[in-house]
């Protein structure tokens, strides 16, 4: 005879599936509803996740808060938006050629934000709103300034974050500055020159403190006491030569560089003899078109 089916109270369970991962992270279950068979509903997982559910049907304009990091949207029978403790849900998958930082647009849907890069970075965090005049301190070349709910500055170690671009080659160039009061990054140009100065001079209690310092390839800087410094930071200064004759380089007693012009002559040496020790060696040297020097 035919049998009506019950459900009867048990110690055990009945039948279902079996679902892979973890549950409310990877999946969540679900009833077929032709024929209530369970279901693995599985929600895989995004790097940056939507922060709204919205509504179908007559519902399809409803928007509410939804952080799909840790929850799923999902609708009633009617469509209206339910945002469920279920699982995660919906969100994009970001390239990882990259760094990144998650976001979302006016929808509330994820975006995945790549920073520009830039070639110098600000070194402090500005807060918002009642904190506008707050600032922390933030290298921005590996940190990115973000704010709480309150507007209090944050210094959060995701993505680099701002900063300026410069135009040259690093270090011969322009070196990176900053504005001491804002943080703010600058290109601090370092423009090449004919001839450069060979020392550096120090400045307020050290205004006679003088250092060799090759500013064809370092530059001349000081410390808060104004102690002179050879900075590797960039070339340093120097002076242009005219172009409209032959020079060379050399410097005067202080070490600032010079512009040498060499007299024109009729007739010019053909040897070029050392000096000290080398005093009586000598090499063949054309004067019309060469000088001598020692090494």
Known sequence: ADK???CTASTTPGAGTNCTGTEHTDFYCKDDEADGAALCMYTPPHDCYNKKCTGQQDYST????????????????TGFPECSADSRGEGVNCSHSDQFYCNSDESGAG???????????????????????????????SNRCTFNGTGYPTCTDTTRGAGVDCTGTEHTDFYCGKNITTGDAL????PPHDCYDKTCTGEQDYNTTVIDCDQSVKMCKFNDTGFPECSA??????????????????????????CVVPPVHSCYNSKCWGNATFSKVSIDCAHSSNRSTFN
């Open 62 to 77: 409803t928007v509410i808060d939804c952080d799909q990091s840790v929850n799923v949207c999902k609708f009633n029978d």
């Open 233 to 258: 930071d960039s070339r340093g200064e120097g002076v242009n030569c005219s172009h409209s004759e032959q020079f060379y380089c050399s410097h005067d007693g202080s070490g600032a560089g010079l």
């Open 4 to 6: 009506a089916p019950t």
């Open 111 to 141: 975006l995945c934000v790549v920073p520009p890069v830039h070639t110098c970075y600000n070194t402090k965090c500005w807060g918002n709103a009642i904190f506008s005049k707050v600032s922390i301190d933030c290298d921005q070349s």
């Open 187 to 190: 290109c601090k140009e370092t």
